[in-house]
């Protein structure tokens, strides 16, 4: 099977008390799905997240992507991306920076990245964006380029941690369909984190609830 296995992944915090917050969950995502992961906080969805993209530890189980174990790999060299609830853009760059800043870190030549960076403007629908600064962007504007930014290195997966959260709920309506529209044009797979049962629908053509570290 191509794309993501997760197989009886446990995760737990704390030292000589430590609290399960992943326990024993299984499940596989295919190349190109798009998946939810619904709960209420603390469920452990962020937990589980996290360990898939590689910042948090795993006590228990194996990640895998296209049969190989990345359960060990370092979390820049899985080649998954992550876009938080704000987006952590850097407020000193321009959009056009911030979208290329991962192309920056590959080493990318310029004229290269300058073409990724327009596409990805293109794709997220903010053509002539690139010069302006990120402050003066809407909040549904900068969660757009945080997607891009995400985007622009072509990772085999994209993991979105309340990904709308902290915008208002007409807001969220209306990009939660622009964010699945974009990651079906760029065919990517993708994991979507979140509380809200008619966001996750949107977003994704499988919902999975979590309930106290599991899967139901």
């Not at 208002?168 to 979140?194: K, N, P, Q, S």
């Amino acid at each position: 099977m191509s794309g993501l296995q997760v197989s009886d992944l446990t995760v737990k915090y704390g030292g000589a008390h430590p609290v399960t917050a992943v326990d024993g969950v299984s499940l596989d995502v295919t190349a190109g799905e798009t998946v939810a992961l619904l709960g209420p906080s603390g469920c452990g969805k962020s937990s589980l997240l996290g360990a898939i993209v590689g910042i948090v530890d795993v006590a228990s189980g194996a990640i895998t992507w296209d049969g190989d174990d990345v359960t060990e790999v370092p979390v820049h060299r899985r080649n998954f991306g992550l876009v938080f609830q704000d987006g952590q853009l850097f407020p000193h760059r321009s959009v056009a920076r911030n979208i290329g800043f991962g192309l920056e870190m590959e080493g990318l030549p310029l004229d290269a990245r300058r073409e990724r960076v327009e596409e990805m403007l293109t794709l997220v629908g903010l053509e002539g964006y690139g010069s302006r600064a990120v402050t003066d962007l809407s909040g549904g504007q900068r969660q757009r380029v945080a997607l891009a930014r995400s985007l622009a290195p072509r990772p085999r997966l994209l993991a979105l941690d309340e990904p709308l959260s902290a915008l208002d709920a007409d807001l969220r309506g209306r990009l939660a369909v622009e964010v699945r529209d974009i990651l079906a044009a760029a065919g990517t797979t993708a994991i979507v984190v979140t509380h809200d049962p008619s966001e996750a629908d949107v977003m994704a053509s499988r919902v999975l609830r979590m309930e106290e570290g599991q899967l139901v």
